[in-house]
């Protein structure tokens, strides 16, 4: 009884804030009709639709796609497979239509499991023939990108710098060098700038990320890369480095791109020993990389490698729809909607509750797209575009999911307007706050502002942009083939409480449920943020589905080269 009333409290103090929200500024009495004026971008029936979407049909999705049943919603087990086959079950009951492989709504994701082996042996030659062997894990971390059971590398080491090649801040640490074969030494993160026109300043750029260096060196045809490890300079310590690249890790299978032999991370402490057999400072070679000039350098050591590794093939799938737009010219263009439904699944070597239900992530990511589903299929009109709902598997192993249906979407990359991703909205209730990292990048952002002041949300600036929050959720991988892209989610203001309280939510959240079995559903958990999430994304994509003209980057945006190449039919 006391769960019912409570539950009731909360869908009337969510009606109140709303009906506010609706109401003009002034100069007409609260009517119910009248009420619809402060949306004139959207029309009636669309005001109707978002008026169904309903914090406890979220909750009934989150509770159960984070039940036990579902066995943590793993890649590539049962878990997983039941996941996605229930929300193409639930696409198909809201009417819409299947968008994924051969008229089913699943695509198949072509996934490779790779183990380094401990017969793998890694050491460095220097030219006077010393050897100095590095131990797994404690000196070095390192993967076979090729997905072959066994690699050798015999290569010259080169000193690369920051390893970046970026054309608008007129930055090239290769300066045109060969390093076909090469094993290219270099460092974290990107030149340390204040200036907002290079490298953003303190913000990180793609360019900072581990995932491009390796990207570019294997473009470039290196065979190798070794990162420096630094704490200050990756934002996170050894052990992060350590156990986020140990055991088995899951790439797409190859589709013809170029890769490393050795990805790999080494040790700060062996990065000097490397430098010092070379006859170098480590210290003066860094402070070297950050100069316009900084050149190449070969260093009088190899790298000698043997890789061994365990190669698993498996698949999984994206669950994929489409609900075709209204207007005859502008259907075959779309506004996308996505959310991971993957977590770390069942882990039975494990003592103790072993299930990774990941209630908080990301089944509410996931309740969130299918309410906006469903408020769209049952919508008694439909918007001029048509919208792509997308929930993409492998996200907790690297943005795999997404990133093939970057590769792979159902409508060309260059005429997708836009993506709106959630992952992780927590339910604490009523939000005065709302995230939207990466919008202001876009030039659908007067537009989000508009929409956060009639949601009576304040926009929540990214708090720590040097952390590069924006490179590590699915919205990213649909950037990068040029979809302006950002997730939705509450700030740290809720109705009735203080920041302070909202930052202690967070924390506790960080520490004790945080990618550990203990995310799990609750019955006194409060949808009500996560349905005002879903409401404001069905505003935003509605809106951008019915505008004149496709949204785009803003001028000099690092994804803006992207939109190009595909609205020039290079995707
Ligand atoms: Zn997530």
Known sequence: MIRKSLVLSAILSLFAVWTVSLLPAQGSSPQKKASYVAFPRLPAPALSAIETIDPERIRQQVRFLSHDLLEGRGTGQRGGELAAEYIGTQFALYGLKPAGDNGTYLQKVPLVGVTTLPQTQFSLISSQGGEMPLKPLEDYVAYDQTQQPESEVDADIMFVGYGIEAPEYKWDDYKGVDVKGKVLLMLVSEPPSEDPHFFKGRALTYYGRWTY????????????????????????????????????????????????????????????????????????????????????????????????????????????????????????????????????????????????????????????????????????????RSIIFASVTAEEQGLLGSEYLGKHPPIPA?????????????????????????AER?????????????????????????????????????????????????????????????????????????????????????????????????????EAAGMPQLIGWVRGDEFEPAREKSQAGGH
């Not at 062996?270 to 057999?277: D, F, H, R, Y």
């Not at 699944?345 to 906006?372: K, Q, S, V, W, Y």
């Open 414 to 438: 260059g005429k997708i307007s836009l993506d709106l991703n959630f992952d992780d909205v927590k339910p604490l209730g009523a939000p005065e706050e709302v995230e939207v990292s990466g």
């Open 213 to 384: 260096k390796y990207e570019e060196a294997a473009r470039k045809g290196a065979v190798a890369v070794l990162l420096i490890h630094k704490t200050e300079m990756a934002s996170y310590g050894w052990e992060v480095v350590r156990n986020s690249n140990s055991g088995e890790k899951s790439y797409l299978k190859l589709e013809g791109q170029p890769t490393l032999k050795v990805a790999s991370w080494i040790h700060f402490d062996v990065a000097q020993k490397l430098a010092q057999a070379g006859g170098m400072d480590l210290q003066k070679m860094m402070a070297d990389a950050s100069s316009h000039d900084f050149h190449p350098v070969t260093l009088p050591v190899k790298l000698r490698a043997h890789m061994v590794s365990k190669v698993r093939p498996f698949d999984s799938s994206n669950v994929v729809a489409i609900l075709p737009g209204a207007d005859p010219r502008l259907r075959d263009q779309a506004v996308m909607y996505t959310a991971h439904y993957d977590h770390f699944g069942i882990r039975p070597d494990m003592p103790g509750d072993n299930i990774f239900n990941g209630a908080e992530d990301n089944a509410t990511g996931c309740g969130i797209l299918l309410e906006i589903a469903r408020a769209f299929g049952q919508a008694a009109q439909k918007p001029r």
């Open 442 to 542: 876009t030039t659908f952002y007067p537009q989000v502002q508009t929409t956060a002041k009639e949601f009576l949300m304040a926009i929540r600036p990214d708090a720590r942009p040097e952390a590069g929050h924006y490179y590590r959720s699915d919205h990213f991988s649909l950037a990068r083939v040029g979809i302006p892209s950002f997730s939705i989610n509450e700030g740290m203001k809720f109705k009735g409480h203080d920041e302070a309280w909202g930052l202690q939510q967070d924390r506790e959240y960080t520490e004790k449920r945080y990618h550990q079995p203990s995310d799990e559903y609750r019955p006194d958990m409060n949808f009500t943020g996560d349905s005002v999430v879903a409401r404001f994304g069905f505003a935003l994509g509605w």
